[in-house]
């Protein structure tokens, strides 16, 4: 599997190893996990080359994910990149691939209420990171022929204890008083615990002769309005949530500018806020479970309320 060293990916190579599979993992740090390890770059072809050889079965979860960055370095590794590992795949044998995308790939700024997994639409997307997504998925869909499942799962956004990307950034904005909460607040979201999603990876590995050609959104099943999930998620983390409301126009206004200034100017750090953010903050979405859990034959095994109190204690 690629991309095991974030707290996602070592839920995912943790689930596989626990359960007694010979696990081979690819990034470009170590992940300090008991199994074998290739350290190298998904851009790499020689080290994608290496990576595949003798496997079954790839979990591809590498990606460049930022809310900043040109589109050429997303497309090199989430576009390029993939297309490499998924030609390689074919060529070593392997027989099953589970593409991890997300729901933003489909996402184009309208409310998605009780949605399904929708085709994804690059020219749609709303982000570069979500664009570069797109196009990912559809080449990877596009390689699904018998001999060589692939099937694409869409975990929707995932955290859990250690999350260093939608954790971490509220808190540490919470911190600096800088989280707001969009409109009323009131847009119904839906969430992934780590657990969970680890397990809905598992399962489409298993079940990928069955989901193949598909892509599949994962999720606790759970939509709170997002104003009651930022409160929880910094209660548990031990900071002030938040209470200072913004309207949804001026936010997606304020955060279009600033995205644009931290690209032209090249910065690291991350803008206060994004267009894109802002649409995720100010608008609904929740997804149609029912699909999904037939067809991987999955359920979540951590509620929402179970997955707070874990974040509280640190484990």
């Not at 700024?109 to 949605?115: E, F, I, K, L, S």
């Not at 080449?139 to 692939?150: Q, T």
């Amino acid at each position: 599997m690629t991309g095991a060293s974030g707290m996602f990916g070592r839920a995912v190579a943790q689930t596989l190893l626990d359960r007694g599979d010979d696990v081979t993992v690819f990034q470009r740090r170590t992940a300090a996990l008991d199994c074998r390890e290739i350290c190298g770059d998904i851009t790499d072809p020689a080290a994608v080359t290496s990576s595949v050889e003798g496997i079954d079965a790839v979990v591809h979860m590498a990606a460049r994910v930022s809310p900043i960055g040109s589109s050429s370095a997303f497309d090199d590794v989430n576009v390029r990149g993939s297309a490499g590992l998924a030609a390689a795949a074919r060529r070593a044998g392997v027989q099953r691939l589970v593409y991890v995308s997300s729901p933003a790939v489909a996402f184009v700024g309208a409310p998605q209420v009780g949605a399904t997994a929708v085709v994804a639409d690059p020219t749609q997307a709303r982000s570069r990171y979500a664009r570069s997504k797109a196009k990912a998925e559809m080449l990877m869909l596009e390689a699904d022929r018998p001999g060589f499942a692939v099937v694409s799962v869409r975990p929707h956004l995932v955290w859990g204890p250690g999350d260093t990307q939608l954790v971490e950034r509220i808190v540490r904005r919470a911190e600096a008083g800088r989280l707001r909460l969009v409109g009323a607040g009131a847009a119904l979201v839906d969430t992934t615990y780590v657990d969970n999603a680890a397990d809905a990876i598992v399962a489409a590995v298993d079940r990928a002769e069955v989901a193949h050609g598909r892509a599949l959104v994962v999720s606790n099943g759970e939509p709170r309005p997002v104003a009651d999930l930022l409160r929880s998620m910094c209660l548990a983390s031990g900071v002030d949530p938040p209470t200072r409301r913004v309207p949804l126009g001026v936010t997606k206004a304020v955060g279009g500018g600033a995205e644009l200034l931290w690209n032209a100017l090249r910065l690291r750090s991350d803008p206060p806020m994004t267009r894109f953010l802002a649409e995720q903050l100010g608008t609904a979405h929740w997804f149609d479970q029912r699909l999904t859990r037939e067809i991987l034959r999955w359920e979540p095994r951590v509620s929402l309320d179970d997955g707070l109190a874990r974040l509280a204690d640190g484990r």
